[in-house]
């Protein structure tokens, strides 16, 4: 069985942490609060307990996993080289939502590597997250703790819903404030490559680093770029419902989502529409969810994934979804919305607007 704790996101009770690290220690797998999403972790030295974490996820062998420290001397032991650009980031950016991807060192497991001689690190920036990997005495691994191809739990009821019963015990910290995975940012080839866009944008990289790339298998939904990273390969953070993803200008967005929605309707489905505080209304043109303020990008960032799985309970049998700007967070909201639509996306011009107003 499942334990269920709650704890004090910013106190959390010494006891309950040190109980939940001698389960992380003894090959044990416990699902925490960090500030992006809630983690399902592992001790990141032990091979079999991480071999636990993609049995119960169903994850891909060949997806590696993040290691969480909770203090720079743990990061030595992990990797083989640490540049002084990368010091620089970790000073910046950590405890926060970045990843850094440096060259691996000996005593990391192949299955959180899943193979590759790289390793994924970051320090999370939540108390209880931090508590934990402390309490453990060792880094911890660790993925989103959903099941495989679903929305990242953002709630521990999330984290309930998709592995109540597969894994050993449950934090409950109250939701994560940013909402998305942390940036991951790969600094093993000659240009620091943002792998997957999250909470540290790369403008405030671009502040330390100068020049910054974005590899662009994280830009588009094409898949004919060979993604880097082996996470973004596959279908990601999918409601059950089909998503189709309208980007462009925001009122002809509307109008065209007014237009397909009624089409649906006709046909007796029920449509479900992503949309936000600030923007179009559609009352009366499907079961609406809002997602944050579309002016303010981390707002959505930090309501998309309970967005996303409310229509499960909806029970919709299609989902239209409104695109953003992609400055800031933006970018990584339309990562996301771009994998939860699996190529399903429609660009919307101007012109078309227009063309229906007449
Ligand atoms: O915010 C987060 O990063 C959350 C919280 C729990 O820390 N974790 C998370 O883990 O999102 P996960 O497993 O869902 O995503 C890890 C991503 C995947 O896209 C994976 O392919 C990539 O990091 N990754 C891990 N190790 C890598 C490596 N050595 N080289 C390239 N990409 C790597
Ligand atoms: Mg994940």
């Known amino acids: 069985a499942t334990r269920y704790i709650k704890v004090d996101p910013l106190h959390p009770d010494p006891s309950v942490i040190q109980a939940s690290g001698d389960i992380l220690a003894q090959g044990g797998l416990v699902a925490f609060p960090t500030e992006t999403v809630y983690g399902l972790g592992a001790n990141a030295l032990d091979g079999r307990a991480v071999m636990r974490i993609f049995e119960v996820k169903g994850r891909p062998s060949d997806n590696p996993m993040i290691v969480h420290v909770a203090d720079l001397d743990q990061v030595k032991d992990l990797v083989e080289s640490l540049s002084s650009s990368a010091q620089e980031l970790m000073q910046a950016f950590w405890p926060g939502p970045l990843t850094l991807v440096l060259p691996a060192g000996g005593v990391v497991p192949p299955e959180v590597t899943a193979g590759l001689p790289s390793v994924a690190i970051r320090m999370p920036g939540h108390a209880v997250a931090l ?184 029970e919709v049998d299609y989902i239209l979804a409104e695109g953003l700007p992609e400055s800031g967070v933006g970018l990584a909201v339309m990562n996301r919305l771009r994998k939860a639509a699996g190529g399903r996306i429609l660009h919307v011009v101007d012109q078309d607007a227009d063309n229906l107003d007449k």
């Open 131 to 314: 508590a934990l990997i402390r309490a453990a005495g060792s880094p911890v691994a660790a993925p989103s703790a959903n099941l495989s191809g679903r929305p990242s739990p953002t709630v521990a009821a999330h984290v309930m819903q998709d592995l109540n019963g597969r894994i050993d015990m449950i934090l409950d910290g109250g939701p994560a404030g940013v909402g998305v995975e942390s940036t991951v940012l790969d600094l093993t080839g000659p240009v620091p490559t943002i792998l997957r866009p999250g909470g540290v944008t790369p403008e405030a990289l671009t502040g330390i680093l100068g020049k910054v790339m974005v590899d662009p298998a994280a830009l588009s939904s094409l898949q004919a770029a060979k993604p880097r990273s082996p996470g973004m390969k596959y279908t990601h953070y999918a409601p059950r419902a089909p998503l189709l993803l309208l980007e462009g200008d925001p009122r002809a967005i509307a109008a065209k989502i007014r237009e397909i929605a009624t089409e649906y309707r006709s046909k007796g489905k029920q449509v479900g529409i992503l949309a936000y505080s600030d923007g179009e209304d559609y009352a009366g043109t499907g079961q609406v969810v809002l997602a944050g303020q579309r002016s303010k990008p981390e707002t959505v960032a930090a309501g998309l994934y309970a967005a996303l799985r409310r229509f499960n309970d909806l």
